[in-house]
């Protein structure tokens, strides 16, 4: 009689999992044509309306609460944007990259750039020992408090609520995006090309249609509030209590992906706009299943729904967490560094 090891009865029930959800990774061209169309044409008509209450004058404080939905759908077209990364959306490749650059000009970034980072992160998210590629720095207890003062402060400036959500995005998708890493290959780098000259070739015909400074007032604000909320998404579907990392050689990927990726559980309107990127723990299971067949899946699959799921207000307790204690296995905030230091 062979007695099975935890690593393969894991590996056991990842295999069935992975074959009672496969279904739902068949993309659907009618659904992701109508995702298109019922996010982009909303996101086109505010786009029209911003432009016409700047230049007839209107007070500026209605352009702005305008460009809170057009935010929204900008998450929702990135959301598009993402699937596509995965060759998810379409059935095809070529209709994946097609809309994968369209959609990432939109979103200011480059796809072949960002896809090769965003996989990455697919493949060594909740290891210890792969961290850094396509995800939020996170030191260990023992990392910080060894590592030099220059560091700790460089960690605290980054973990900062006001640099990680607001000027981290402003960096990222306005500046880092328009860059080509030294180690990315030659298709990548012309992506980040191609993707910078058609926002120029874009800026310079609203230039000289409706002027920079109709442009500026209105994508500014929506970059910054979609920026926001992508990344306060991205933070919390991996950074929040009860989450699971572990050292390489016990590092289990069915945890990772049902332990280690929230289920972000968003009011219907959110989970709309943010194209159902809340169930993440399915997401990472499958990382094929397209975002409209993300909700279907859970709905028919009881083992998903045992999953607990994260609120808003709990998420909110998210901020506070900055350090992974390895004795127990726990987010920590750096106002316990104190305690835990003196329970080690």
Not at 26 to 55: D, E, F, G, H, R
Not at 209 to 232: N, R
Request: proline share 4%; charged share 20%.
């Amino acid at each position: 009689m062979t007695i099975k090891s935890n690593s393969d009865i894991s590996k056991e029930r990842k295999h069935n999992l992975l074959q009672t959800i496969a279904k739902f990774g068949n993309p659907n061209i009618q659904k992701a044509i109508w995702q298109i169309l019922n996010s982009l044409l909303p996101y086109l008509a505010l786009w029209v309306l911003m432009v016409i209450t700047v230049q007839k004058g209107y007070p500026y404080w209605i352009t702005l609460l305008l460009t809170l939905p057009a935010a929204a759908l900008l998450v929702r077209i990135f959301i598009i944007f993402h699937d596509c990364c995965h060759g998810s959306f379409f059935a095809s490749i070529k209709a994946n990259q097609i809309t994968g650059h369209i959609s990432g000009i939109l979103t200011f970034t480059a796809f072949r750039t960002w896809r090769r980072s965003h996989l990455g992160h697919h493949a060594y998210f909740g290891d210890l020992d792969r961290r850094g590629t396509g995800d939020i720095w996170t030191m260990t207890v023992e990392e910080y408090t060894s590592a030099s003062r220059s560091k700790r402060f460089a960690y605290r400036f980054y973990r900062n609520p006001l640099v990680l959500l607001i000027l981290g995005p402003i960096y990222t998708f306005f500046l880092a995006q328009r860059l080509a890493p030294k180690d990315v290959d030659k298709r990548e780098r012309k992506s980040v090309w191609i993707t910078n000259a058609a926002l120029v070739a874009i800026i310079t015909l609203i230039w000289l249609t409706i002027g920079i400074k109709t442009y500026l007032l209105i994508q500014l604000p929506v970059m910054i509030f979609a920026g926001f909320a992508g990344v306060w998404l991205f933070y919390v579907q991996h950074q929040y209590d009860g989450v699971y990392w572990a050292r390489n050689e016990s590092w289990d990927p069915l945890k990772a992906a049902l332990e280690g990726s929230s289920y972000y559980k968003l009011p219907k309107v959110l989970q709309w706009c943010t194209g159902n990127i809340g169930l993440h723990h399915i997401h990472h299971l499958h990382p094929r299943i397209p975002n409209y067949h993300l909700q279907q899946c859970y709905d028919e699959i009881e083992e998903l729904q045992k999953v607990n799921p994260l609120t808003f207000r709990q998420s909110l307790k998210s901020l506070r967490l900055n350090l992974w204690d390895e004795k127990r296995q726990k987010l920590v905030s750096f106002r316990s560094l104190k305690t835990v230091l003196q329970t080690s």
